[in-house]
């Protein structure tokens, strides 16, 4: 039995064995497989190359013989016109010569005369004659350059040289990289840095970008180019991103392009800022004061030490202030930061809520709320106790409206408080309530990175 059961042992070992030899032999003939795919397509692009670089040289040469062409018969039209003139020049001067010889020769003539009849009769013609001669010799040979011997004409290759010297083949650029730690986001807008290592060698840059909805996202992005909104030829290396959503992860990708091809970076995440809001001073309650830069708000001390007593939190009516923007898509968020108060309420409430009813008492509001030492979260008149850490100093909240979610959370210790889901029906506002001390808000924020992709169950 011993030796069956080793056996039998044996078998399954060898067998399986077996199997990854197999699975791996099938792996190396398809490795060995592409190896030869790929030898092929060097031999057959670098034949492609061969070719265009001949036609290419070719071209240069063209190029080359016919600027030699016209060069040389700009030489030889500016020899030409230069001839020309001086032979017109040298041939008026030829003709005065003969013209002043022979003059010369009578007027030598007539100094001879020893008869002075004749001498007078001779000697008046003869002046007239070289005083014309003399003048018509300025006329007949004007503006005569002697400088002018086509010495000034150079002609200097240097910096075609040195060209024709560097001459090389041209790859693709090297991929950039997106800088994120350079990158900046509004609201609506991000603005991508990045660098390259082959800035020089790069024509254009083209920019790509979607939602980022996990990491299965990014391979299904790239392998379908339809899903990408894309800013083609971009000349520097950053760009800025208009109309995004708030509050929203995207992904980015850089690619750099020349003559020879292009290559992409890395996916980069970004995200967009929340919306940014302040109190609305209009709808604060009058025992609330709102600070200058709408961004706290305060219990007035003095109203509240003339009431009879405090009520129980829970009966009290709403000493709230809504911030100024009614949001009805994308998902938000922001933060309370509780200014030493132990009476508050923090939340949403609908556009059509009534004013200073917004203390989660009815159906059009939602909130978390402090009552000194005890801490509940209430929905149409519903409560739930909550327990946060007893020194909570800021409050985030995260609503998603398309989803149906606001979440509460301790933004100081990252601790999750509370979701409500809710089938949002209208627009909502966030809504803050004081009955002691004061609250500050803090709007426009990126969501937090542990709160992305994060769907708290209550």
Known sequence: KKIKYFALVSQQTLDCNLSSLIKRNNELESLMGKLIQTCQ?????????????????????????????????????????????????????????????????????????????RFLQTAKSISERVSMATASSQVLIPEINLTDTFDTFALDFTREKKMLESLDYLTAPSPPGIREELCTASYDTITVHWTSDDEFSVVSYELQYAIFTGQSNIVSLCNSADSW??????????????????????????????????????????????????????SAHRKLKVSHDNLTVERDETSSKKSHGQERFSSQSSYGVTGNVYIDSGRHYWEALIGGSTWYAVGIAYKSAPKHEWIGKNCSSWVLCRCNNSWVVRHNSKEMAIEPSPHLRRVGVLLDYDAGSLAFYDAVGSQHLHTFHVSFTQPVCPVFNVWNKCLTVLTGLPIPDHLEGVEPLD
């Open 229 to 282: 909104m894309i800013v083609p030829n971009i000349k520097q290396n950053h760009y800025t991103v208009h109309g995004l959503q708030s509050g929203t992860k995207y992904i980015f990708i850089v690619k750099a392009i020349n003559q020879a091809g292009s290559r992409s970076s890395e996916p980069g995440t970004l995200k967009t800022n929340s919306q940014p809001f302040k109190l609305d001073p209009k």
């Open 41 to 117: 397509h060097v031999e057959m692009n670098a034949s492609r190359q061969e070719g265009k670089l001949l036609d290419e040289c070719d071209l240069l040469i063209n190029i080359i013989q016919e600027r030699r062409q016209i060069i040389g018969a700009k030489i030889k039209e500016g020899k030409t016109v230069r001839l020309r003139k001086l032979a017109q020049q040298i041939a008026n001067c030829k003709q005065c010569i003969e013209r002043s010889s022979a003059l010369i020769t009578q007027a030598d003539q007539t100094l001879k005369e020893t008869d002075h009849a």
